[in-house]
């Protein structure tokens, strides 16, 4: 018996030691937070430049170090990845495989990603829901509940209950890797509504600004720590205008968007091959969102940018993140930043945008987030 209790005891204290020395390590971290059109952390300037992966969910511990030792590197603070992967399982791991089921084989994953950007003093951007088919998407929940096309995700009760029930859980989960809830970890510095949300069906805008005000406004109630971010691909909506991504088309307003009370800054994306634009539009783009993001007066993020000639994009990136410097952009995060594989071969370039670090766009980029660190000093 008295051994059995020395043993208990023992237990105890080291439990003991180790939830305070956590405490206090989650006590030390800082949230995210913006000052007019600057990020802050700690009470000072948070300018950072940063990266995207699709694939900390559902791969192996050892893939998702080699990504966070190469951001490292990289002089990278900040990463997106993604909180949602709904339906069919990819690799036996899912996060909700039907309306209401979550299952651990997925968030175990994403508990480790979390616990790891902490440790690493990284902070992470985690939209909920894919306007993409990919991992599920806007589309899975339509099918989930016979709704018919795409656009319904905004407006069907059902799928609007569906996706509040699902971000609750994300929000309160507690962590198996550290015993503290997603809406209390530092680590997290950005929920997004959605990835590159669109509605077609309504090119005043008007439907989506509703649902990212109401969606918004909840995940504020339920969480007083974190930034709160659309996700969208900042779709201009000025009426008559003749370039698309200007027009409104897409059902997105982005100056509404970013003015939203619970939207705490402005994101936006640049992909001139996919949309049949000069590398050249992308720096118009950019000057055009980082000067109305300071007539609304909240931070803006180049939070995707890819060019898939290899050739020409070292000099294109410069010229983006030049823009983003000159203009005071607060941060970039550039697509898409893999690493290694179980088996140590390189992750394949599947869509054409890979960085691996070492490359000569790799250089670049950590010299550009050098220059952006410089300015928190």
């Known amino acids: 018996m008295k051994k059995w209790a020395q043993r208990v005891s023992c237990f105890i204290l080291i439990a003991a030691i180790w939830s305070g020395w956590f405490s206090l390590t989650m006590k030390a971290a800082a949230y995210v937070q913006t000052s007019g059109t600057q990020f802050t952390l700690n009470n000072q300037p948070f300018y950072f430049a940063g990266t995207n992966n699709y694939y900390f969910h559902y791969k192996s511990k050892k893939m998702v ?102 971000v609750r859980y994300v929000l309160e989960r507690t962590n198996t890797f550290t015993g503290v809830q997603y809406k209390d970890d530092p680590a997290i510095m950005t929920w997004e509504l959605a990835n590159e949300p669109r509605m077609q069906s309504d090119p005043t805008g008007n439907v989506l600004v509703k649902w990212a005000d109401e969606m918004s406004t909840w995940i504020k109630s339920l969480d007083r720590h974190h930034l709160v971010a659309v996700g969208d691909e900042g779709f201009f909506r000025i009426p008559g205008h003749e ?113 691996i670090k070492g490359s000569r766009e790799a250089a670049l980029i950590s010299e550009h987030a050098k220059r952006m660190n410089e300015k928190n000093e």
Request: proline share 4%; aromatic share 16%; net charge negative.
């Open 243 to 355: 370039d698309w991504f200007y027009g409104g088309g897409e059902g997105v307003d982005w100056d509404r968007l970013t003015s939203l009370p619970n939207i705490d800054y402005g994101t936006y994306h640049l992909y001139p091959d996919h949309w049949n634009k000069s590398a050249a539009w992308g720096v118009k783009w950019i000057e055009d969102h980082i000067t109305r993001g300071k007539s609304i007066g909240k931070p803006v993020v180049l939070e995707e940018f890819g060019y898939q000639n290899q050739s020409a994009r070292p000099d294109v990136y410069q010229s983006w993140l030049s823009a983003v410097e000159r203009l005071g952009g607060a941060g970039s995060q550039f697509w898409i930043l893999t690493s290694i594989q179980d088996d140590d071969s390189l992750y394949p370039d599947y869509d054409g945008f890979r960085i």
């Open 65 to 166: 170090d080699a990504v966070f030792d190469d951001m490292k590197a990289m002089n990278l603070k900040v990463i997106r990845i993604w909180g949602f992967h709904d339906g069919a399982p990819q690799e036996n791991s899912v996060l909700q495989s039907s309306p209401g089921v979550y299952e651990e084989s997925g968030f175990q994953k994403l508990d480790y990603a979390i616990y790891k950007a902490g440790q690493e003093g990284i902070k992470l951007v985690i939209p909920l829901v894919n306007n993409w088919d990919d991992f599920g998407g806007m589309n899975q929940y339509v099918k989930w509940f016979g709704a018919g096309s795409h656009d319904a995700f905004y407006i069907d009760p059902r799928i609007q209950k569906a996706y509040k029930n699902y």
